[in-house]
């Protein structure tokens, strides 16, 4: 184990390790040419800790050194409809709440610009986006965002910014709190709004944690993301939850006058004790649901079956290192086309395109994403698959 790390949210107490979960599949975004590359994929250790505080969890074990972002790896989520609904409506909402006209916005790990070139489409601002994962042609592209393929240097460099955002990148960091204290230095005296989205932590430490991946760092429930932004010098605008209860977000601002933007659901004391009564029991949780899956997929074979797994993402890689390491299901798919015919970290299970169920004889399709559910279940009738959806 390592030295008594300090929480990164409020600061105020040591982290009490509380789950080992062992080896955890590290490049879950990376989709590999061969399967004997896959099965050579690295496993880190997942030794969690929280904060009895607050609510904050962090990998205790996690090595950074382990994990190389680049253009290798892809989580783009954009190939979902459901996905690009909820995201052009966020789009929609943080144009008509801040006066982005002319103004400049920072995406610090912006994926592959979609969110960005939207946001700069709709609300008639200038993007900033910088990504070591993005794989398109940097420089302006005309949508009014420039994109840079790399960490974001925070330093002189940066442009002045009016909004910064920040999505699904915040819990990769090794050092959240230190990232935000540098955000506020280099908004300096100017009046600056921020959005941040992360993994609702109180979902995944609440289920079996299929998004306790090695690639996360951080666990923050409302109670705690608010605790770090605080502690960082920004104001809380608004938070909650969003994408099912599966996302967490806060709005920030600092130097911002007049009152907070909006609610600010669920991120009071209550909320604090509600993460930390999962996180008590997480452990054993996690253990009888990849129990339980093995069984249920025992079951589904011995009744003569073919079960597939629909999702090939970070939560389908965790649960097919759990619940399918010998690779039993008949098949896993996926919308993202980048993906098809490469095989997955670890277990080394090949992606196909959903179009390759058709005429399959499956009768049971898992999935670890319950946001997916309609989704997944319209496809599979367009495809003329029959077959009953088993949520994970």
Sequence with gaps: MTAARRCAACGRHDLVPFAD???MPVLCGVHFASRAEALASP?????LGHCPGCGYVRNLAFDPALLVYDTTMDTNLHHSPAFQSFSAELVKRLAGRYPLGGATVLDVGCGQGEF???LCHVAGCRGVGYDAMYAGPTGSDG???TFHRGHAPLDDTTPAFDLVTSRHWFEHLDDPYGFLVRLRELAGARTVHGYLEVPDAGYDLGTAGWEVIYPHVSYFDGYSLCRIVERAGWRVEATGRLFSGMFRFVEISVNAPGPVAGPVEDAGPGDRDRQLGSIAGFAARHAAER???????????????RPVLW?????GVQFLHLADPDRRLAAVVDVNPRKWGRHLPVTGHEVSPPESLAGSGTRAVIITNPAYRDEIGAALRRLGVRAELLVA
């Design 21 to 23: 979960l062992g080896g």
């Design 311 to 315: 999702g090939a993402g970070s939560r």
């Design 43 to 47: 496993l880190g250790a997942m030794w």
């Design 291 to 305: 129990d339980r899956w093995r069984g249920t997929i025992d079951r589904l074979l011995d009744a003569g079956d």
């Design 116 to 118: 960005l070139r939207e």
């Design 143 to 145: 949508s009014g965002a």
